[in-house]
């Protein structure tokens, strides 16, 4: 079965640090590109970034700053990094596979979704 | 950036009811549309994708149509399982989502 599982729920205070992790299984890691995506508290869908697991490629999002997209390809894991939080960052995030490896393609796959919550 | 704007916001409609949500694009992403559904507490579900194909899986009372800057996702004949908040995602220039179109009852 083809699946993304994310990590578990995540506390923080502003100014800390945070990775969560999207685990792939049931597919070949490499041939699909992965994409984060962000959901706010009662809010829609804001797409983050996303990376091309077989070379780390990437591309973010013009609007959105202080987050890091990278893969672990031994482990077939994305990862979304900050480097210091804030209460804004407090959102449900997802991962998403891509349908294929091209620009054009749809969020086939996603995961269960990590819930984030900063807050002092 | 390109804008994706879903009308309506929300909708009540019945079982049996066909209905019909549209999202306009700030500048033509030519056919790289998709549509997702979310019911609360879940990841959202891909639906249609490149405008009007169907994902597999997903039953064919869901169809899309359009292309350039206005799309439509058409639900047939609405089931209890379709009540969820849909949204619409430009994949041509980065990715945007419309802000969703919450259906209820």
């Known amino acids: 079965e083809v699946q993304l599982v994310q990590s578990g729920a995540a506390v923080k205070k502003p100014g800390e640090s945070l990775r969560i992790s999207c685990k792939a299984s049931g597919y070949v890691f490499t041939h699909y590109w992965i994409s984060w995506v962000r959901q706010k508290p009662g809010k829609g869908l804001e797409w983050m970034g996303r990376i091309d697991p077989d070379d780390s490629y990437k591309n973010y999002s013009p609007s959105l700053q202080g987050v890091t997209i990278s893969v672990e390809k031994s482990i077939s894991t994305s990862y979304l990094q900050w480097s210091s939080l804030e209460a804004s960052d407090t959102a449900i995030y997802y991962c998403?596979?891509?349908?294929?490896?091209?620009?054009?393609?749809?969020?086939?796959?996603w995961g269960q979704g990590t819930v984030v919550t900063v807050s002092s | 950036d390109i804008q994706m704007t879903q009308s309506p916001s929300s909708l009540s409609a019945s079982v049996g009811d066909r209905v019909t949500i549209t999202c306009r694009a700030s500048q033509s992403v030519g056919d790289w549309l998709a549509w997702y559904q979310q019911k609360p507490g879940k990841a959202p579900k891909l639906l249609i994708y490149?405008?009007?194909s169907l994902e597999s899986g997903v039953p064919s009372r869901f169809s899309g149509s359009g292309s350039g800057t206005e799309f439509t996702l058409t639900i047939s004949s609405l089931q209890p399982d379709d009540f969820a908040t849909y949204y619409c995602q430009q994949y041509d220039r980065y990715r945007t989502f419309g802000q969703g179109t919450k259906v209820e009852i």
């Open positions: 490149k405008a009007s």
């Open positions: 998403a596979r891509h349908s294929s490896n091209i620009w054009y393609s749809a969020f086939q796959i």
